[in-house]
């Protein structure tokens, strides 16, 4: 299948501001592309791109006082099938992972492991390790919180997810990260693009969308705490330790985002 996708963001900034991006698809999905995917900017900027040590796509730049608009459009090819699942991956003991994704068992800014240890092992001590404990921690997170726009909160982290019982998708894949580096699952979290394919239509303006990935069986699974159901059609941006790692922007200064337009379409009757 063929999907078109893409955006439009408008940063307003007062003075002129550095800005760090994380705008671009993943590395990885590079080679699926129909067309080029590139940033443009309606002011003049000078963006210049590297790969941060997450193997993420960034672009640097420095906005001018005043509007700035950031687009892209692309088509992309996809498999067209769900997510994958496999019950038969095992989980490792820590000893034996790599030393690479050592790091995503470890406490990072929204995953606060130390204050859900105690329960994550109350509460999923008794599941056999491998696929089963993560889907087990899945369906934990996907009933336990309440998905709801107007309580989005770009502070709170999995702890206060787990307390709040309500939030977007970056507190469903927070908590769900958090509770699986606590037993000893490696888990990043994973930003991009997921439109309603494959399910019904939702009348919600699109957005991004958050979702995490855990170490089983000597690779990376997608798991999606929100949804839990294997999905359609995700488009990867980036992977990181939390939502810090994967910022659409860092500001280094005042910018207000003044216009947010999301498209995620399957291009029907194209393959």
């Not at 498999?79 to 095992?90: F, L, Q, R, S």
């Not at 726009?149 to 939030?167: C, E, F, K, M």
């Not at 990867?236 to 337009?261: K, Q, Y």
């Amino acid at each position: 299948m063929q999907i078109r996708a893409g955006f439009t963001l408008g940063y307003e900034c007062a003075q002129s501001t550095p800005m760090l991006l994380m705008l671009d698809i993943h590395p990885s999905r590079r080679h699926d592309l129909l067309t080029d995917q590139v940033l443009q900017f309606d002011q003049y900027v000078q963006p210049r791109k590297y790969t941060d040590g997450f193997g993420n796509s960034c672009t640097r730049i420095v906005a001018p006082p005043g509007l700035t608009h950031i687009t892209t459009s692309f088509d992309i090819q996809d498999t067209g099938e769900p997510d994958e699942v496999n019950w038969g991956a095992i989980q490792h003991e820590v000893q034996d992972l790599p030393d690479e994704v050592l790091v995503y068992l470890l406490g990072s800014r929204y995953c606060d492991t130390d204050k859900l240890a105690s329960f994550a092992w109350s509460q999923f001590g008794y599941t056999a390790p491998g696929w089963g404990r993560v889907q087990a921690i899945c369906d934990y997170v996907h009933n336990h919180i309440t998905f709801n726009y107007q309580n989005a909160d770009s502070t709170r982290s999995a702890y206060g997810g787990w307390i709040d019982r309500t939030g977007v998708c970056r507190d469903f894949a927070h908590l769900a990260v958090t509770l699986c580096r606590c037993m000893n699952v490696p888990a990043r979290y994973c930003t991009g693009y997921l439109g309603d394919i494959g399910v019904s239509f939702v009348p919600s303006p699109m957005d991004f969308s958050a979702w995490f990935q855990v170490y089983l069986g000597g690779r990376w699974y997608t798991f999606d705490a929100r949804h839990n159901f294997p999905r359609i059609g995700r488009i990867l941006m980036a992977t990181g330790r939390d939502a810090t790692d994967v910022a659409l922007s860092t500001n280094f200064g005042s910018a207000i985002l003044s216009r947010f337009e999301v498209v995620t379409d399957e291009l029907v009757g194209v393959s």
